[in-house]
């Protein structure tokens, strides 16, 4: 019987297509990686992947293996779901995953709150854009500003978060909005709702700099760097920051909680989703009229 850690080596080569992709997200070296896809491949005498310069494809046999590995990996997080639902009450380890934003600037603000309520279930909070996996156990529960759409996720839209756009006080250009430079993301944020917002209220005008994380976005528009659009509840905090109007429609992104459908009524879980319903809830930022 072949050893279900190199199985698990081998998804993450299959998925990322890479041997150091895979390296990153498993949080191991690259000779790692190769050494268990080795074993692997020793295991079951079968070449699965051709390793290239600078990719790793998959052969025949190694397609057919992944197909049924995913099902394999399924199977053995539906395991854990099961037993993650049956818990005792309130005990155990949550893994929250959430958007950096609101990460750093809102709900680290009420992780002792929720300690105090819930004194045997420890928070994991990691901060994180991208698109995660509750199925293969990469998050319990996701807050995410675009809807999930795993289909095995149970959804729920816990907000709101509105946008502006904010300079400096002291931008020289503060009432000449011919004259302004705009912050945007990087490449990686083509498509992204409030990269095309941005761009499509700077039009013509120039970009002054792009960066890849909200906070840094903060920072440079309060050291005069240029107009960046933000979240209200984030820049109206900020007494160095100067909102001002723009012409277009105004600009939101909705805030969704998702937790796996076998996980949603174990006591643990239960409790941080009922944490995030409530502390959105009071925070008059993120009302529907925000």
């Known amino acids: 019987m072949f050893d279900w850690e190199n199985i698990r080596y081998f998804l993450a080569i299959a998925r990322i297509g890479t041997l150091s992709g895979a390296a990153r997200s498993l949080k191991v070296d690259h000779a790692t990686v190769s050494r268990r896809l080795s074993a692997l491949e020793s295991e079951i005498a079968a070449r699965l992947v051709e390793?290239?310069?600078?990719?790793?494809?998959?052969?025949?046999?190694?397609?057919?293996?992944?197909?049924?590995?995913?099902?394999?990996?399924?199977?053995?997080?539906?395991?854990?779901r099961l037993l993650e639902a049956s818990r005792s009450p309130l005990s155990g380890k949550v893994a929250l995953s959430a958007p950096p934003v609101l990460v750093a600037n809102f709900l680290v603000k009420h992780v002792a709150d929720f300690r105090r309520a819930n004194p045997g279930v420890q928070l994991s909070v990691t901060c994180e854009a991208r698109q995660v996996s509750l199925s293969r156990r990469e998050a319990d529960v996701l807050v995410r500003l675009a809807r999930p759409e795993e289909p095995t996720s149970v959804v729920r839209k816990l907000g709101r978060v509105s946008f502006g756009l904010y300079a400096s006080k002291d931008y020289p250009h503060l009432h000449n909005p011919s004259?302004?430079?705009?912050?945007?993301?990087?490449?990686?944020?083509?498509?992204?709702?409030?990269?095309?917002?941005?761009?499509?209220?700077?039009?013509?005008?120039?970009?002054?700099?792009?960066?890849?994380?909200?906070?840094?976005?903060?920072?440079?528009?309060?050291?005069?760097?240029?107009?960046?659009?933000?979240?209200?509840?984030?820049?109206?905090?900020?007494?160095?920051?100067?909102?001002?109007?723009?012409?277009?429609e105004p600009?939101?992104?909705?805030?969704?909680?998702?937790?796996?459908?076998?996980?949603?009524?174990?006591?643990?879980?239960?409790?941080?989703?009922?944490?995030?319903?409530?502390?959105?809830?009071?925070?008059?930022?993120?009302?529907?009229?925000?």
């Open 251 to 290: 600009f939101s992104r909705d805030i969704w909680m998702a937790v796996h459908q076998d996980l949603r009524s174990a006591p643990q879980i239960r409790a941080v989703m009922d944490f995030l319903v409530k502390i959105v809830a009071e925070n008059p930022a993120f009302a529907e009229n925000g």
């Open 51 to 80: 390793r290239q310069s600078r990719s790793c494809k998959l052969t025949p046999i190694g397609e057919r293996v992944f197909e049924v590995a995913q099902q394999m990996e399924e199977g053995a997080y539906a395991v854990e």
């Open 179 to 248: 004259a302004w430079e705009f912050i945007a993301y990087d490449a990686g944020f083509v498509g992204v709702a409030q990269q095309e917002w941005l761009m499509s209220v700077a039009g013509k005008r120039p970009i002054a700099c792009e960066i890849g994380e909200i906070n840094g976005h903060l920072v440079a528009a309060r050291a005069g760097a240029g107009i960046a659009g933000l979240p209200d509840f984030l820049a109206e905090a900020d007494p160095q920051l100067q909102r001002v109007a723009y012409e277009g």
